[in-house]
């Protein structure tokens, strides 16, 4: 059973930088057979894939060209987590951001969302 | 890259059989795989349907789904009180390299 447990900052300020971190236990994150995503939810855009992180002999990164220029996920194997950085946010940033585990091409388990409001 | 169309809203009475599609624009750049998610009031997306037609152990089979070219469905048969939820289509676009979701259906149980 795979469970992802999400932690970070509820509230950051416009032009800052949003960084949220999602712990795993049950599985690796350097599993040969899964990924690692972030994926947001606001009213206005839904549900968006933001980008992932995967490991086949060397890691992997992939991000949604929407925040392409702006986002950075990274992996951390000694504590089996892996961590989203959104830089210069704003207001249209805020939203329910969600991790996931993608697993035999099914985003199967999910962590319980973080609401993230960007404002002053 | 593919763009999954639902409608905004569906409902049935208790008992009932409820459809809900799923269209997908662009079927090059798509997958041959459409996903369903349930998504409960305060909580995040559950996988109900992958594969297009296959449940997760513990999905009652009142839950089923179908593929006929870029359309998709999803039905819920014996329609319950606890299924009002927002329903949503995902598939992978190759193109992108990412997941595609649809806009999510709101299922109301009348």
């Known amino acids: 059973q795979v469970h992802l447990q999400q932690s970070g900052p509820g509230l950051v300020k416009p032009s800052q930088t949003l960084s949220l971190t999602c712990v795993i236990s049950g599985d690796s994150v350097s599993s040969n057979s899964a990924a690692w995503n972030w994926i947001r939810q606001s009213p206005s855009r839904g549900l968006e894939w933001l980008g992932r992180t995967y490991y086949r002999s060397k890691w992997h990164y992939g991000y949604a060209v929407s925040v392409r220029s702006r986002i950075i996920i990274k992996s951390d194997t000694s504590k089996n987590q892996f961590s989203l950085q959104l830089n210069s946010v704003t207001p249209e940033d805020t939203a329910i951001y969600y991790c996931?585990?993608?697993?035999?091409?099914?985003?199967?388990?999910w962590g319980q969302g973080t609401l993230v409001t960007v404002s002053s | 890259q593919s763009v999954l169309t639902q409608p905004p809203s569906a409902s049935g009475t208790p008992g009932q059989r409820v459809t809900i599609s799923c269209s997908e624009s662009?079927?090059?750049?798509?997958?041959?795989?459409v996903q369903w998610y349930q998504q409960l009031p305060g909580t995040a997306p559950k996988l109900l349907i992958y594969r297009n037609t296959q449940r997760p152990s513990g999905v009652p089979d009142r839950f089923s789904g179908s593929k006929s070219g870029t359309s998709a469905s999803l039905a819920i048969s014996g329609l319950r009180s606890e299924d009002e939820a927002d329903y949503y289509c995902?598939?992978?676009?190759?193109?992108?390299?990412?997941?595609?979701f649809g806009g999510g259906t709101k299922l109301t149980v009348l």
């Open positions: 996931a585990r993608s697993f035999n091409g099914n985003l199967d388990s």
């Open positions: 995902v598939v992978w676009d190759d193109t992108l390299s990412g997941w595609v």
């Open positions: 662009n079927s090059n750049s798509g997958s041959d795989y």
